[in-house]
């Protein structure tokens, strides 16, 4: 029985087909891959009363305006698409049509890691992947399929350059199932930890160079929560929203750090990693350059960047505008900067970072902007992105400057 669906808004845009052969993931002729992440999506909250349907198709709206704003290649949805405390019946994955009704209209492909929510109740990440492979542009895998313990959506993509050239890849995305819910374990698993160090191994050798690559996971790791406590988020060297306590992996077991040791140990230790972006703390949307881990290791290279996405749906606590975090690579750059900014659902860019070397030494002043980047318009949008926040800067002070003395003569 479907329960609280309004007779508009369940369903896919257009037959569901088996897919044969998923989409190829590809840099464009100009040399960059753009990504768009939405977190915490929340759909199913109140599916027996009006207000759960209006709720879940704000969030479709969100999804729909964010992605028609930007010009992304690969679209994340990184954990909790469904609420599944809220569920009454078997009957979730008919959530999952919803929430990708919008991109598959824009015949985006995308790829999901499934949160704590997703497996709870009612809702099964098991059932969610199995309806997500009836859709041609689902990207998500389950790699250690002989492992329950391991999660569900543990997993890597490649992305290859324009040329048609499939050799080697230009980036690698790594995607891991930090659990919870129903397992009550929420932190990456240990088997999924060595099935890591393996594959980037092998990977390593089969190319015979580092290939750069990114990481999604739903749930922060403790080592975001230690620098939160100290030495602190820096609004100017870390921009964003720091509005709660970060909730790392293991925290919701028996509200000890360490769980996730061997995961951030491992993440520290690879090479060419440029990034991870996580979710699940609806109020934080910022990064920082991590460097040491907790038993004092240096990490890789020049330190891993570590973010929060964006809270985008209107189910779950939390009062931010709703929106997703871009991240836009090159292919010139791509093993030294990630540009990233969070589109909101009204337009505006409440911030934008290059992650680089520099990353967390560098100095943020942002102001909104309203940035209309149509899809199609991609060529030059991360210089644009760097340049507008000094443009609004020098309007500022050209308005503190010549206005405000006028004024005292009012």
Same mark, same amino acid.
């Given at each position: 029985m479907r329960l609280g669906f309004p007779s508009w808004t369940y369903?896919?845009?257009?037959?569901?087909?088996?897919s044969s052969n998923n989409p190829t993931l590809r840099f464009l002729q100009?040399?960059?891959?753009?990504i768009t992440v939405f977190s915490d999506l929340h759909f199913a909250e109140d599916e027996d009363s009006t207000k759960g349907p209006m709720q879940d198709a704000r969030t479709a709206e969100v999804v729909k305006k964010v992605l028609e704003r930007e010009n992304s290649q690969l679209v994340v949805l990184n954990g909790d698409l469904i609420?599944?405390?809220?569920?009454?019946?078997?009957?979730?994955?008919?959530?999952?049509?919803?929430?990708?009704?919008?991109?598959?209209?824009?015949?985006?492909?995308?790829?999901?890691?499934?949160?704590?929510?997703?497996?709870?109740?009612?809702?099964?990440?098991?059932?969610?992947?199995?309806?997500?492979?009836?859709?041609?542009?689902?990207?998500?895998?389950?790699?250690?399929?002989?492992?329950?313990?391991a999660g569900v959506s543990n997993y890597f993509l490649q992305v290859y350059s324009a040329s048609g050239n499939e050799d080697v890849p230009e980036l690698i995305l790594w995607f891991f199932d930090s659990r919870g819910g129903d397992e009550p374990h929420d932190w990456v698993d240990d088997s999924? *930890?060595?099935?890591?160090?393996?594959?980037?191994?092998?990977?390593?050798q089969q190319y015979n160079k580092i290939i750069p690559s990114l990481a999604f996971f739903h749930i922060p790791i403790t080592a975001a929560y230690e620098f939160q406590e100290d030495p602190g988020v820096d609004p100017s060297r870390e921009p964003g929203i720091n509005g709660e306590t970060v909730w790392w992996q293991g925290r919701g077991f028996d509200n000890k750090t360490g769980h996730d040791m061997?995961?951030?140990?491992?993440?520290?230790?690879?090479?060419?990693?440029?990034?991870?972006?996580?979710?699940?703390?609806?109020?934080?949307?910022?990064?920082?350059?991590?460097?040491?881990?907790?038993?004092?290791?240096?990490?890789?290279?020049?330190?891993i960047n570590v973010c929060y996405g964006r809270h985008t749906?209107?189910?779950?606590?939390?009062?931010?505008?709703?929106?997703?975090?871009?991240?836009?690579?090159?292919q010139e750059t791509l093993a030294k900067e990630v540009v990233t900014w969070v589109r909101l659902e009204d337009?505006?860019?409440?911030?934008? *970072?290059?992650?680089?070397?520099?990353?967390?030494q560098d100095e943020y002043h942002p102001l909104p902007q309203h940035i209309e980047l149509k899809r199609g318009e991609v060529e030059g949008a991360g210089d644009s992105l760097q340049i507008i926040p000094v443009f609004y800067s020098a309007a500022l002070s050209l308005f503190l400057i010549v206005y405000l003395p006028l004024g005292l003569w009012c």
């Open positions: 369903g896919p845009s257009r037959p569901l087909s088996k100009d040399g960059t891959f753009q609420s599944g405390y809220g569920t009454r019946a078997d009957n979730a994955t008919l959530y999952l049509d919803q929430i990708v009704t919008p991109i598959v209209e824009l015949g985006l492909p995308w790829a999901t890691t499934y949160g704590n929510h997703d497996n709870q109740d009612y809702a099964r990440s098991t059932d969610l992947l199995r309806r997500e492979r009836d859709y041609e542009g689902s990207l998500t895998q389950n790699m250690l399929p002989d492992n329950p313990q999924v *930890v060595n099935w890591f160090k393996e594959t980037s191994t092998g990977l390593v061997s995961f951030m140990t491992a993440l520290s230790n690879t090479d060419g990693l440029l990034a991870t972006f996580s979710g699940h703390d609806h109020d934080n949307d910022w990064c920082y350059k991590w460097k040491s881990t907790p038993t004092n290791e240096a990490v890789a290279r020049d330190g749906g209107y189910g779950g606590y939390g009062n931010l505008a709703r929106g997703g975090r871009q991240i836009l690579l090159r337009g505006f860019v409440p911030e934008n *970072v290059t992650l680089n070397a520099t990353y967390g």
